[in-house]
Each structure stands twice: as C-alpha cells, then as structure tokens.
C-alpha cells in the first residue's frame, strides 16, 4: 500500500525553541493516533503535515506532493484545529457554506455538502443559530463538520475530543469511525490514552519533540522488550502461585494486589512465562479467573518509553 | 491566481464584515461630520444671523477632517486588522487550509474592507455636503466639487488601506506603529521643507487639492502651508503605484511568513 504522508527529517524549531525534531515516517489510510502529553510536539507535527507551518528542516508530502503552499493539495485535506475559535457572528450553516464557497463548488453543491455535513456530525437542528450560542460540544462537532464538509481524503484533527462530556466525545468518536469506515485517512491527537484506545490500534507516541515509537500497540510492545513486562494473575491461592514463581529467573519481581486475589509480577521474558504460567497452575490446581497484561494498556507502555 | 478565488475571498469577508460591531462602530465615526453638519445647520435655523456659512465649513472644516482624520483612522483600523484579526481570533487556519491562493485571501478581504470604507467614506462626504448646500443643491459646479474631493479621500483611503494591510502583514504590533505613522510621520512630515514631503502620501493627495493647482485662497488653501505640490498626473500615479507596491509586498510576506497564534 502507498503512504499518504511520509516525512523525512522533519525538524520545526520555534526560535531556539523545538517543536519536532527529526520525525521520518508514513502514515497510510485508516485510523492513527498520535499520542504524547502537552508539548509533545503533536499539534506542530499536525500543522506541518496541514501544510500550516514550514519545516525548519525536512519535508513532507501528501499523495507524493510537497504540502507547504501547495495549494492544490488542500482540497484533499480536511483540517480540525485544536483551538476552540470561529466567526463567531455567523451561525453554523453560514459558516459551513462560506467555507465551502471557497472551494468553488456551485451553490446546488455547497448547500448540499454543508447539509450532509450537518447532518453527520448532528448539528442539523441547530444549523441557523449563531456560533456564540453553541455548547463546546457542538462547536467541536461543527470544527469536525468544517474539516470533512468538503469530503477530503485525509482528515486531520488535533485534540478532537478536548473538553467534551461522555457523550459529546461518543459522538465525536463514531464520527471519525465512520470517516475511517469510507476508507479515507485520519490523522487524530490527543494526550488521553483511551481516546486514542476507542479510535484506533495504530499510534505515533511522540515525547519532546520524537517520535518514541510507532506502529501498532503490540508492536510498539515488542519495541520495548527491554523494559519488565507485568503480567496480572487473579487466582484462588496467590501465595502458592508466588511461591511458585519466586524460583523462575525470568521473574523479576512479584506483587500482592491491587485488588484482592491479584497477583502483579514482572518477566523480561515474556514468551517463556506465557508458558510456564499454564504448567505451574496446572501442577498445583489453583483456580485462575483471569490472566492479564496491564502492559497492552497504552498508558503503561508510554510510562515505559518516557522512563516515568 | 483565479478570478474566482479572489471573488470567493471578497464575499466571504463582505458577509462577515456586514455583520460585524467593528462596521457599526466605524460607520458611527465615519457619520460624525454629518452629525456635525446637522447641528450647525439646526443652530442656523434657530439663531438667525448666525456666523456659520455652510458651504464654507464644508469645504474647509469637514473634509480638512475627513482627509486629515477619518480616512486615516479608517484605513487604519480596517488594513491592519486585515491579517491581525484572523490572527488575534486564531481563525486564520479556516482560510488557510483552503485551496485558495493567500494573495487571493490579501486582495479579496482588501478589497472586501476597501468596498465598506468607501461606502462609509461616501456616506459621510455626501451627506454633510446636502445637509451644509441645502440651498446650493442645484448648482453642478457645488456637486463636481465635492465628487472631486470625495475622489481625492477614495484615493487616499486606498492607498492607505493597502499601506497598513502591508504593515499588519508584517509587524505584529501594527496599530502602535500604524498610529505613530499616521498622527506622527503623516502629519509632520508633510510640512517638511523640499523634497522630504514627498515621502508622505498626504502630498499627493494635498497636491491634488483644487487649491494647490490654482494657488488661490478659499477652498482648503490652509491645508497648503509649506506645501510645494506636486503635478495632479504625478500625484495620481505615484498615488497609485504605491497602493500596487503595498499590496504586492503584503501578498509576498503573506504568502511567505508563519503565522504563529499566541497560546
């Protein structure tokens, strides 16, 4: 398959101050979340592949074409900025429309474009009111609506679910599924791991301005073998099963708890204590209810990666 | 650049500046020679023999004030906002992640502004000119003066917008400097000794004044002190070169410079 957007080098300084430093990868159609706590450097990666800001050093291309004042690329491209501001004294139809009018579509279709994207990001009830009436969840759907409005090939959108109740953020989430599902490219940002969880498998973890690791969670997982890898076990007899495994080397430590009946120890090994846990549980007829590895959690493998 | 896009930029922003408080407030200052006119009128009715000749104050005081003030003030205000509010409001990204040219998003929201503040600028002249010659308003020679100063104002409102669209590109503290340029250079400036005067556009717009051609007294000859004009036909070029050279500098640093919003 073709990367959408690839960059080489990328590099963006703010005076002496680093945005992004040397970020070199591809990103292909689907879902990828780009993960990393404030000042990660996220929202400068984004505007650089939006073609919003110039690369320091480095490049990056769109469908093989340079993004930076290309202005030809933009109409493949749907933009969701982070920062919650609009014009405020339009209502959202007439924010979409105008919007819309400046792709030079005819009238016919930028009314029926804005309505479909109304429409799908539910706003179409509220589309005649003015913006600086609207709730935070329905200007981040409308910031989403702007982006996809004129149905680009690649959605970008940086810190979508910010600020959003439960259900706002739902909303929001089946969005961009269903974007994803239409088999275009979405590029989402967050610094809250279980978003990033409900969207997608496919992270970018990004830390100071790196790129810590990319890929899938397991994969990412396997990047990191060096770190203890925790395996959870919740048992009738936790003690017998310590005491069990008190004696394998792959074992590096053993925890009680946090809940009752749990178990939490760490292996370097991971393969060989997935093979060794059945044969000793067996052996000793201990009744085990669940086997888990907090380590699949997102949060857990970023902790790992920056060293927390 | 496409036609299209420019024409696309200029609706968008004339929509948004219809409904702006920033219109009604400038259209509130833009009317205050007329509510000027209207007193004096009103206090002619009402105290007979009073001093005020209508035509005269039109002439001299109200567009002294509209060439010397508001269109300064007004292009002012509206040329440096043209990037600065999209950087101010953070909505800039909105129109940059559209395939549409920056030069086009620069001449389409110049042109959208420059369309309001002619309005208004005409608005002001045209109707303190009726309210000031209620009993000249059949005399053409009355009406082909005040239309040639309200070319003049047209003129310099322009080639002032396009000097602060070009400085709001540019400098991040555009009003400071614009209001220093305006009230200081502008002002100062222009009564400088010899060829420095040249360096302001209000020389050309004073050398197009009707009494810097006929050098009689009456009609804004105040306004020429120290002046030493220049011709009508190189004061319209100069006039309306520089206005070019403004907006091509202004599209070239827009369409180079990052824009960076402030956290």
């Not at chain 2, 549409?100 to 309001?116: N, Q, R």
Request: hydrophobic share 45%; proline share 5%.
């Amino acid at each position: 398959m073709t990367a959408v957007i690839r960059t080489q080098s990328l590099s963006k300084w703010y005076g002496n101050v680093l945005g992004l430093s040397d970020v070199t990868l591809e990103i292909d159609a689907g879902i990828t979340g780009l993960l990393g706590p404030n000042g990660a450097g996220k929202s400068t990666f984004l505007k650089l592949i939006a073609g919003q800001i110039k690369p320091s050093i480095g490049k990056v291309t769109i469908f093989d074409e340079p993004i930076w004042n290309n202005v030809g690329t933009f109409a493949r491209l749907g933009f969701c900025p982070e920062q919650d501001s609009f014009y405020e004294d339009m209502t959202g139809w007439e924010f979409l429309t105008r919007l819309l009018s400046l792709y030079l579509f005819s009238p016919a279709e930028i009314r029926a474009k804005a309505e479909r994207a109304l429409d799908f990001v539910e706003l179409t009830k509220d589309k005649d009111r003015l913006i600086r009436g609207y709730s935070r969840g329905m200007r981040q759907r409308l910031k989403v609506a702007q982006a996809l409005a004129h149905d680009p090939q690649i959605i970008i959108l940086d810190e979508p679910l910010n600020g959003l109740d439960p259900l706002g953020k739902r909303k929001v989430i089946r969005i961009i599924k269903d974007f994803k599902d239409a088999g275009k490219t979405v590029i989402v940002s967050s610094h809250v791991l279980p978003e990033i969880e409900a969207l997608t498998r496919s992270i970018i973890l990004l830390h100071q301005g790196k790129i810590l690791a990319q890929g899938d969670i397991h994969f990412i997982r396997d990047l990191i073998d060096k770190h203890p890898h925790k395996i959870s076990v919740m048992c009738s007899d936790t003690r017998g099963l310590a005491a069990r495994l008190v004696g394998e080397p792959s074992v590096l430590n053993i925890q009680f708890g946090p809940a009752p009946d749990t178990i939490v120890f760490e292996t370097r090994d991971r393969d060989a204590v997935y093979g060794l846990l059945p044969r000793l549980v067996a052996d000793n007829v201990i009744d085990v209810e669940e086997i888990t590895s907090p380590d699949d959690n997102l949060q857990a493998v970023f902790d790992y990666l920056t060293g927390k | 650049m496409p036609r299209n896009a420019l024409r696309s930029v200029f609706s968008f922003f004339f929509f948004i500046g219809r409904k702006a408080r920033k219109t009604r407030v400038f259209f509130l200052i833009s009317g205050l020679p007329v509510l000027v006119a209207l007193v004096v009128q009103a206090s002619r009715l009402f105290a007979a023999g009073a001093p005020v000749d209508g035509p005269s104050l039109f002439n001299n005081v109200i567009m002294a004030f509209e060439l010397q003030f508001l269109i300064l003030v007004l292009a002012l205000f509206y040329g440096t906002s043209i990037v600065s509010e999209e950087l101010e409001g953070k909505t800039l990204t909105y129109l940059t992640t559209r395939p549409v040219d920056k030069t086009a998003i620069i001449l389409g929201k110049y042109a959208s502004y420059g369309l309001f503040l002619l309005i208004m600028l005409a608005a002001s002249v045209v109707l303190s000119f009726i309210v000031l010659n209620i009993e000249r308003l059949a005399d053409p020679d009355a009406w082909m003066a005040m239309l040639g100063g309200l070319g003049v104002l047209a003129l310099g409102l322009l080639a002032y917008l396009a000097f602060f669209t070009l400085v709001g590109a540019f400098l991040k503290k555009s009003v400071l400097f614009g209001l220093f340029f305006s009230f200081g250079w502008e002002n100062v400036v222009q009564y400088f000794p010899g060829s420095t005067q040249k360096f302001t556009l209000m020389h050309y717009l004073k050398s197009l004044l009707p009494a810097a051609s006929t050098g009689s007294p009456g009609k804004l000859s105040f306004l020429m002190v120290g002046q030493q004009p220049s011709s009508p036909g190189v004061s319209i070029a100069t006039l309306l070169a520089l206005t070019a050279v403004f907006l091509a500098a202004a599209c070239l640093i827009f369409s180079r410079k990052e824009y960076i919003f402030e956290e």
